[in-house]
């Protein structure tokens, strides 16, 4: 049988720098629950290559890769003061504003590691975990207020490289 992913079952979010390697995921208070989503997530990936040609051939000597960018977006359904100030780079206040989100003039964008875990599927149990130990979220989100139904944030992040190993790992759980 073929192994599927579906939809997603959690997303957590970790300072990037708690996270020194990839089997070693935080736990407790130094790992966050986004909540609920909705319409999914993607990571994509954009290879970006160069060709070398040649005036004695119709077909490339060589193709390489320059460099492949990816990027992560979700769809969170949870509009919780720290989801709103990861989506769109602002800071969540203390104490008596602690549920007022403050969205600078010009964001710098929040750095953290990601953890997102796919739904079981079956009778086999599995489900898909991707570990990103930095994901600069940079800001550019939008908020749709409508009254036929609730509103999604959209939360995109570019992945970055880590100080070492892979920029992302998936790998196979199972039950």
Do not use: H
């Amino acid at each position: 049988m073929a192994d599927f992913a579906f939809n997603i079952e959690s997303v957590n979010i970790a300072a990037a720098s708690s996270l020194t390697t990839l089997a070693t995921w935080p736990t407790g208070a130094l790992t966050v629950d986004l909540g609920k989503t909705r319409g999914g997530g993607s990571i994509r990936q954009e290879v970006e290559e160069f060709i070398v040609e040649s005036d004695q051939s119709a077909d490339p000597e060589y193709v390489g890769i320059k460099k492949a960018p990816k990027t992560l977006t979700l769809n969170l359904l949870d509009l919780k003061a720290a989801n709103l100030a990861i989506a769109f780079a602002g800071t969540v206040g203390t104490g008596a504003a602690a549920n007022t989100v403050t969205i600078p003039n010009l964001p710098d964008g929040i750095e953290r590691a990601v953890k997102i875990v796919t739904v079981a599927i079956g009778s086999t149990g599995k489900r898909l975990e991707i570990i990103i130990p930095r994901c600069k979220f940079k800001g550019n989100s939008e908020l749709s207020l409508n009254r036929d139904d609730a509103s999604t944030l959209p939360l995109e992040g570019t992945v970055l490289a880590p100080n070492s190993g892979a920029p992302m790992q998936m790998k196979w759980l199972s039950s």
